[in-house]
């Protein structure tokens, strides 16, 4: 088992770069796929971006491509989503989720563990 704590969220503006971390603990960290989601009021959760158990590959949604980064290191047990040219539309809290295998994953129903959340709000 493995439990994640997000860290990081705030309030931003239009064009501003935030940076979110989760910090896990329990078993090895590298045996995890990690992503990110995020759920703004009202709506589903959504997927935002994954990273594989050696951080060599990436995968995002297309809402994010070429503004976020994902990114982890595992000496750290952590994940990291580096978001820069953030939109009001990028408003919602953002969770970190583990799932113990190889392959990344992209919906909800593929990971496992998931962290607590934080805040993310982006003003115009």
């Known amino acids: 088992q493995v439990q994640l704590v997000e860290s990081g969220g705030g309030l931003v503006q239009a064009g501003g770069s935030l940076s979110v971390s989760c910090a896990a603990s329990?078993?090895?960290?590298?045996?995890?796929?990690m992503g990110w989601f995020r759920q703004a009021p009202g709506k589903e959760r959504e997927f935002v971006a994954a990273?594989?158990?050696?951080?060599?590959?990436?995968y995002y949604a297309d809402s994010v491509k070429g503004r976020f980064t994902i990114s982890r290191d595992n000496a750290k047990n952590t994940v990291y989503l580096q978001m820069n040219s953030l939109k009001p539309e990028d408003t919602a809290v953002y969770y970190c989720a583990a799932r113990y295998t190889l392959v990344v994953g992209t919906t909800r129903d593929e990971f496992d563990y998931w962290g607590q959340g934080t805040q993310v709000t982006v003003s115009s």
């Open positions: 990273i594989n158990r050696s951080g060599g590959y990436t």
């Open positions: 329990g078993r090895t960290f590298s045996s995890y796929a």
